[in-house]
Nanobody, 126 residues
Framework: QLPLVESGGGLVQPGGSLRLSCAAS????????IGWFRQAPGKEREGVSC????????NYADSVKGRFTMSRDNAKNAVYLQMNSLKPADTAVYYC???????????????????WGQGTQVTVSS
């Protein structure tokens, strides 16, 4: 079983909402900064959001600020990505990974090769 498993993707119309989940298996998410990343066909991977392991603070890519909200539930050993006002440009495979970090110069990235889930497809289309 993969250490991280994403779920909640699907097909949604523009302006709609989805909530993605990322559940951990075999380790405790509490101790790690967890990020959401996405990759659309023919495009580079983009860091979407990153939540701290210490104070729960979050960082977001400019492309999703004000529309996406990341949260964590340590009791359930899971993190979530609430996506509102979805646009066709949000269409991608979404992955959760650890550990993430944020820099003002380079945005959201993962330390080393990271630990990744298998991804979940999000398609925004009318």
């Amino acid at each position: 079983q993969l250490p991280l498993v994403e779920s909640g993707g699907g097909l949604v119309q523009p302006g709609g909402s989805l909530r993605l989940s990322c559940a951990a298996s075999g380790f405790t998410l509490d101790y790690y900064a967890i990020g959401w990343f996405r990759q659309a066909p023919g495009k580079e991977r983009e860091g979407v959001s990153c939540i701290s392991s210490t104070d729960g603070s979050t960082n977001y890519a400019d492309s999703v600020k004000g529309r996406f909200t990341m949260s964590r539930d340590n009791a359930k050993n899971a993190v979530y990505l609430q996506m509102n006002s979805l646009k066709p440009a949000d269409t991608a495979v979404y992955y959760c990974a650890t550990e993430c970090y944020y820099s003002s110069d380079y945005g959201i990235n993962v330390v080393g090769v990271g630990t990744w889930g298998q991804g979940t497809q999000v398609t925004v289309s009318s």
